[in-house]
């Protein structure tokens, strides 16, 4: 992800001890690899509203989330 946004912090590992201090057996280590995987995208995320976009993106960026709508994933 560094390559697509280089100004948000690499984390990758520090989300996978996190998740592995949270789920520590090893029946569990797709958990443990979709959490890091989720903790990097929140990152990205908080990097981009951190350091990154203009006010006004930021207003957009955050109408969009909102708008989102899971009802219509089954479709």
Known sequence: ML????????RIVEAYVWALGSICEPKFGA????IAKYLQ?????????DAYGTLD???R?????ERCNVDGIDD
Not at 3 to 10: E, F, G, H, I, L
Not at 31 to 34: E, G
Not at 61 to 65: I, K
């Open 3 to 10: 390559y697509k946004y280089p100004y948000t912090r690499d």
């Open 31 to 34: 958990s443990r690899l979709m």
């Open 41 to 49: 995208v929140e990152t990205v995320l908080d990097d981009t509203y």
């Open 57 to 59: 993106e930021l207003y």
């Open 61 to 65: 960026f955050t109408a969009a989330f």
